[in-house]
């Protein structure tokens, strides 16, 4: 099998709509949030446009199989350090394992260098696999930032 990690482009919507549905439907917020297909439309083709967002397409043998996205932006605090975080990713359950999610950790990587990011900042979400993630970020050299919590307001 042929491993191919690239760029998404607005070509790509239709392989990547059933993979966002998948991962929201995999994370605590997808018990709060349906998912909007027309609204991700909407999403991705701004997306593709916007320089401080990237978007990773995982293909074997060109059928997706996994996506991932990033967004660049100045820190709050001090403006003149760009940081990079991990904002989605997902791989299909039969691709996981058999390097694609690594692949895309280097895309990412490589994007934030030509960013000029001072730092990467990755997720891992409350899903039963974050001890798994915490082990593998601390191996790449990454040390816990924070935990984010969430609730229904409305």
Known sequence: MSLVVRRATIEDLAAYTPMARNFLASTPMGELIPFD??????FFTNAMNNPDLGAWIAEYDKKAIG???????????NPAYVSVQEIWWWLE???????????MYREIEQW???KGA?????????????????HLYARQGFKPMERTFFREVA
């Not at 297909?37 to 909407?42: D, P, R, S, Y």
């Not at 359950?93 to 692949?103: D, I, L, T, V, Y």
């Not at 001072?118 to 997720?123: E, F, G, T, W, Y």
């Open 37 to 42: 297909e027309e609204a991700f439309k909407v």
């Open 67 to 77: 996506g991932a996205g990033a967004l660049a932006f100045p820190m709050y605090f």
């Open 93 to 103: 359950p039969e691709a996981r394992g058999k390097g694609a999610g690594k692949a």
């Open 112 to 114: 934030a260098e030509s």
């Open 118 to 134: 001072k730092a990467l900042i990755m997720v891992a979400l409350e899903n039963g696999k974050t001890h798994k993630f915490e």
